[in-house]
């Protein structure tokens, strides 16, 4: 039985796929890349609402975790196409899946590291701590001359997916629309599940979870770090897709976009972020051509959902949300 | 004697120049109620955290089941088999009365690092869950979210939650408090047959529930313990008649 949540999902999913597929139709590649655009941002921002939307965690940094992702795939087909090894004398690829399990496992790293530390605080210092890390990234990313510095580096040739050729718009759309689904579907079970339950309820009610018996600080840290895993692979194809990364995937900016995305979408709804993205990309493309100070109006909106409509677009479309 | 369950002694707890907890000694044994009464401000949840390891004392010692458990943290205390309500409820107000207590059986399992499996399609988490709700007289509202249910409904699923825990001993932070006459009554007989799967530590400013139910009872002022003994020693004695009984006795 379709929810009127469940009804609204499907519908922004096959919005999000027919409309790239008949722009592609009618030789409009430019709205192909705009739908990339939105389901590569969806994806960072799916991993957010992870630790934000489940587990109450405003995190200011995940900028740090995309432009991990975005670095990984810069570095390693920079390596690739040079033919120069990288440390260890391991070589570069340009083959996508590997490049997404490198910057899966970076981001997850890192995410380790700083989750470890920013999770023994709470609320306004947990967003400080976090957006401090986040901008020690971001700096190092412009000192590193090695890689591109302030300048960023570029990616040559889009990297490769096997069978596909990646160079076509409509190809790569594809390959990023079937990772976001793979990312909702994992969203959806995780929220399900044992380990989503006591995460949820963390965010609910901490002492509650701690008086059954779980330890809220392991629970919040092992989804920070999925959190920042999601994140990560977005960044890698967000780096694709523009064939370039840079610092700015790193900056504060970035970390408060993904945020942005989330509350405009709904915070913890499954596919607030893809409604969030859409909204933002195509006020970004309707705006922006009218004006440069288009995010002066991006902001009232802000301020109309955050006043008026908490529960984000989602919110507005298909009601309250619904827990077990 | 039977080896208490829960052990507290010479227990201190200062807060600058107010001892909240002053060489408070005290113990539960198995098959008992034992209250803990007082007037307001006596200490009575400082100890309470104390005990819950949210409040760490500055000396003393807390044996539960035969052991040290003044280092263990909140969750490892449960883990334990401290089972304990709040004198506010403090329950996952989103989720249903269901999967609340469906989170403490997932605790009492020990696994909460499943990431695949959907919980409401998990038997053994929901049966368990459903038969501890029907018993506390909350089926009909499992579906409910807990912000939407009644206060006392809310104080119902509390104490479900700790028996799902299957705890060793229950630490029951003032359960009538914002009862009704009718839910009270109702309560005092539920505990009145808990005590026999675990002693209970009461904390319960409603003297009819006290004396109806208490074994022991143990009156706590300024921080300390000024008498412990059987609901009758309690009533007679002349000290804890002023401080704190006056008519009630």
């Given at each position: 039985?379709?929810?009127?949540?469940?009804?609204?999902?499907?519908?922004?999913?096959?919005?999000?796929?027919?409309?790239?597929?008949?722009?592609?139709?009618?030789?409009?590649?430019?709205?192909?890349?705009?739908?990339?655009?939105?389901?590569?941002?969806?994806?960072?921002?799916?991993?957010?609402?992870?630790?934000?939307?489940?587990?109450?965690?405003?995190?200011?940094?995940?900028?740090?975790?995309?432009?991990?992702?975005?670095?990984?795939?810069?570095?390693?087909?920079?390596?690739?196409?040079?033919?120069?090894?990288?440390?260890?004398?391991?070589?570069?690829?340009?083959?996508?899946?590997?490049?997404?399990?490198?910057?899966?496992?970076?981001?997850?790293?890192?995410?380790?590291?700083?989750?470890?530390?920013?999770?023994?605080?709470?609320?306004?210092?947990?967003?400080?701590?976090?957006?401090?890390?986040?901008?020690?990234?971001?700096?190092?990313?412009?000192?590193?001359?090695?890689?591109?510095?302030?300048?960023?580096?570029?990616?040559?040739?889009?990297?490769?997916?096997?069978?596909?050729?990646?160079?076509?718009?409509?190809?790569?759309?594809?390959?990023?629309?079937?990772?976001?689904?793979?990312?909702?579907?994992?969203?959806?079970?995780?929220?399900?599940?044992?380990?989503?339950?006591?995460?949820?309820?963390?965010?609910?009610?901490?002492?509650?979870?701690?008086?059954?018996?779980?330890?809220?600080?392991?629970?919040?840290?092992?989804?920070?770090?999925?959190?920042?895993?999601?994140?990560?692979?977005?960044?890698?194809?967000?780096?694709?897709?523009?064939?370039?990364?840079?610092?700015?995937?790193?900056?504060?900016?970035?970390?408060?976009?993904?945020?942005?995305?989330?509350?405009?979408?709904?915070?913890?709804?499954?596919?607030?972020?893809?409604?969030?993205?859409?909204?933002?990309?195509?006020?970004?493309?309707?705006?922006?051509?009218?004006?440069?100070?288009?995010?002066?109006?991006?902001?009232?909106?802000?301020?109309?959902?955050?006043?008026?409509?908490?529960?984000?677009?989602?919110?507005?479309?298909?009601?309250?949300?619904?827990?077990? | 004697m039977v080896e208490p369950v829960l052990q507290i002694?010479?227990?201190?707890?200062?807060?600058?120049?107010?001892?909240?907890?002053?060489?408070?000694?005290i113990d539960l044994r198995p098959g008992e109620i034992h209250a803990l009464?007082?007037?307001?401000?006596?200490?009575?949840?400082?100890?309470?955290?104390?005990i819950?390891?949210?409040?760490?004392?500055?000396?003393?010692?807390?044996r539960f089941a035969g052991?040290?458990?003044?280092?263990?943290?909140?969750?490892?205390?449960?883990?334990k088999g401290l089972g304990r309500t709040?004198?506010?409820?403090?329950?996952?107000?989103?989720?249903?009365?269901?999967?609340?207590?469906?989170?403490?059986?997932?605790?009492?399992?020990?696994?909460?690092?499943?990431?695949?499996?959907?919980?409401?399609?998990?038997?053994?988490?929901?049966?368990?869950?459903?038969?501890?709700?029907?018993r506390?007289?909350?089926?009909?509202?499992?579906?409910?979210?807990?912000?939407?249910?009644?206060?006392?409904?809310?104080?119902?699923?509390?104490i479900?939650?700790a028996l799902?825990l299957q705890s060793k001993a229950f630490l029951l932070?003032?359960p009538?408090?914002?009862?009704?006459?009718?839910?009270?009554?109702?309560l005092t007989g539920f505990l009145d047959a808990l005590r026999r799967e675990a002693p209970i530590l009461l904390v319960e400013?409603?003297?009819?529930a006290v004396f109806a139910l208490a074994d022991r009872i143990s009156?706590?002022?300024?921080?300390?313990?000024?008498?412990t003994g059987t609901v009758d020693e309690i009533?007679?004695?002349?000290?804890?008649?002023?401080?704190?009984?006056?008519?009630?006795?």
């Amino acid at each position: 039985m379709l929810t009127r949540e469940n009804t609204v999902n499907l519908v922004l999913a096959l919005l999000l796929l027919v409309a790239p597929l008949a722009a592609n139709a009618f030789g409009q590649p430019f709205y192909v890349t705009l739908a990339t655009r939105i389901a590569i941002l969806a994806l960072a921002a799916l991993g957010l609402n992870l630790a934000l939307g489940l587990g109450g965690l405003v995190s200011f940094g995940h900028a740090a975790f995309f432009g991990i992702g975005g670095y990984a795939a810069g570095i390693l087909s920079s390596h690739a196409l040079s033919y120069e090894p990288m440390i260890f004398g391991l070589p570069g690829t340009v083959q996508m899946p590997v490049i997404w399990i490198v910057a899966v496992i970076a981001a997850g790293l890192v995410a380790l590291a700083i989750g470890a530390i920013s999770l023994r605080t709470s609320g306004v210092y947990f967003i400080m701590i976090t957006l401090a890390f986040a901008q020690m990234v971001y700096y190092f990313a412009i000192s590193w001359p090695a890689y591109g510095g302030e300048d960023g580096l570029s990616i040559l040739v889009r990297n490769q997916f096997p069978g596909l050729n990646t160079m076509k718009p409509l190809s790569f759309f594809l390959v990023c629309y079937v990772v976001l689904l793979a990312g909702i579907g994992l969203f959806a079970l995780i929220r399900a599940s044992r380990f989503g339950t006591a995460l949820q309820a963390a965010r609910q009610n901490e002492t509650r979870v701690a008086t059954v018996g779980i330890h809220p600080y392991r629970i919040r840290l092992t989804g920070f770090v999925i959190s920042a895993m999601i994140t990560a692979l977005a960044g890698a194809l967000y780096a694709d897709l523009n064939r370039f990364v840079s610092p700015s995937m790193l900056s504060w900016h970035m970390s408060g976009e993904l945020i942005v995305l989330i509350i405009l979408g709904g915070t913890g709804r499954l596919f607030g972020p893809v409604a969030g993205a859409a909204l933002y990309v195509a006020f970004e493309f309707a705006l922006g051509g009218l004006t440069e100070r288009w995010q002066f109006f991006l902001g009232l909106i802000l301020l109309g959902v955050v006043l008026f409509a908490r529960g984000g677009l989602l919110g507005l479309l298909a009601g309250k949300a619904k827990h077990g | 004697m039977v080896e208490p369950v829960l052990q507290i002694d010479n227990l201190v707890k200062a807060f600058g120049a107010l001892r909240a907890t002053d060489g408070v000694s005290i113990d539960l044994r198995p098959g008992e109620i034992h209250a803990l009464i007082g007037p307001n401000g006596a200490g009575k949840s400082t100890l309470i955290h104390q005990i819950c390891g949210t409040v760490r004392p500055d000396s003393g010692t807390i044996r539960f089941a035969g052991e040290d458990i003044g280092a263990l943290n909140t969750a490892e205390r449960a883990q334990k088999g401290l089972g304990r309500t709040f004198q506010v409820s403090s329950l996952a107000p989103e989720f249903s009365a269901l999967r609340n207590v469906m989170l403490a059986v997932q605790a009492k399992q020990g696994s909460s690092f499943g990431f695949f499996r959907p919980v409401m399609r998990d038997r053994s988490l929901v049966d368990p869950a459903m038969a501890i709700l029907e018993r506390v007289g909350l089926a009909d509202r499992a579906r409910l979210p807990a912000a939407e249910l009644s206060h006392g409904e809310r104080r119902q699923l509390e104490i479900a939650m700790a028996l799902a825990l299957q705890s060793k001993a229950f630490l029951l932070d003032e359960p009538m408090a914002g009862m009704g006459p009718e839910g009270s009554k109702r309560l005092t007989g539920f505990l009145d047959a808990l005590r026999r799967e675990a002693p209970i530590l009461l904390v319960e400013h409603d003297m009819d529930a006290v004396f109806a139910l208490a074994d022991r009872i143990s009156v706590l002022v300024y921080g300390k313990v000024i008498a412990t003994g059987t609901v009758d020693e309690i009533r007679s004695n002349p000290t804890v008649r002023t401080a704190y009984l006056g008519d009630h006795a």
